[in-house]
């Protein structure tokens, strides 16, 4: 489980570190480099909720 936890929290950093420089083509309407960032503010929050889930789990368990 560790590693789960681990690899969820470091995921988003990857993810919004990495370079994007194109304004073309949109997605969902939006530039690319705004759908990106957007992307990986929803998909953060995402891991971190699921990293929550599985500590309090945890911690229900002992």
Do not use: H
């Not at 990495?18 to 960032?37: A, D, H, M, R």
């Not at 953060?44 to 500590?55: E, G």
């Amino acid at each position: 489980m560790k590693k789960w936890i681990a690899f969820l929290t470091i995921l988003p950093a990857i993810g919004a570190l990495t370079v994007v420089n194109k304004v073309e083509p949109y997605v969902l309407g939006l530039p690319f480099i705004i759908f990106w960032s957007t992307l990986w503010l929803i998909l953060t929050s995402a891991c971190l909720i699921v990293c929550n889930v599985i500590i309090d789990r945890k911690e229900q368990n002992k």
